[in-house]
């Protein structure tokens, strides 16, 4: 086999774990609402539980730790009475938004095709 050849092989194991890692990182259920909230403008924790339906306060706070954890989010606590925490995207975590916006788009593709199935 050429040299260039072993470079454009696929590997199937890699493939998975890059796929697992992934899932791991945002196939949570809370994870890109919170990540969508943040980057929507929904800084402080209080915003960012308002802006999501459903999600509770610890397991707000416990997404918000892992994203932190895996360099999605930055948080920032300013020494004010009282103490005032903001979250922000970072530029690792704006690398998401093609995926994000392919998810998006799929998924309403998706939700179509499905409802066309289920009216016939």
Request: with cysteine; net charge positive.
């Amino acid at each position: 086999m050429m040299e260039q050849d072993k470079q454009t092989v696929r590997s199937q194991a890699d493939e998975l774990k890059a796929l697992q890692d992934t899932i791991y990182v945002i196939g949570g259920k809370w994870t890109l609402p919170v990540i969508n909230a943040i980057c929507n403008g929904n800084n402080r924790f209080r915003e960012i539980e308002r802006s999501i339906p459903g999600i509770t306060t610890r397991m707000l706070s416990r997404e918000l730790k892992e994203l932190e954890m895996n360099k999605l989010i930055t948080r920032t606590v300013y020494d004010e009475s009282p103490v005032l925490v903001e979250y922000s995207s970072t530029d690792y975590c704006k690398s998401l938004g093609p995926v994000i916006a392919s998810m998006i788009t799929w998924g309403k593709q998706h939700r179509k095709k499905i409802r066309a199935q289920q009216t016939v």
